[in-house]
């Protein structure tokens, strides 16, 4: 039998932890102008697993940031940890700037580059999509 994979992560003061079994759902960089701004980068890269596959530890806080999304973030330092679609219920994303092995999860695509600083260029290989795209 093989072991799962197993992806741990946390906040910038490591008040807030996760650690992920399995393999995630998908593994996308979003470049849509809320995920820049809750962020604070210019692209918010994330994994979503099933949550029965996400193990939390320590508090954070959460904030509605449209009204599919739900943005939990460390209250000591302020790290987003992880992302909850509220439209999806039952998954959790991990934000792969979380993450203590960011190269255990490469992402599979681009999505909402239609929404990307013009002077942005990607050329990584990945599909982009202009908007969202299906799951």
Known sequence: MTEPTLVTGGCLCGQ??????GEPV?????????CRKASGG???GRAIFRAEALERTGETRSHPSSQRLLRHFCPQCGTMVYTEPVDRPGYIAVGLAAVDEPDRLPPE????????PAWLKLDDGLPQHPEGCPW
């Open 16 to 21: 807030a932890r996760f650690t992920a079994r």
């Open 26 to 34: 998908n593994v996308r960089i979003c470049h849509c102008g809320l």
């Open 42 to 44: 210019l692209m918010y």
């Open 109 to 116: 695509m681009h999505i909402w580059v239609a929404s990307k």
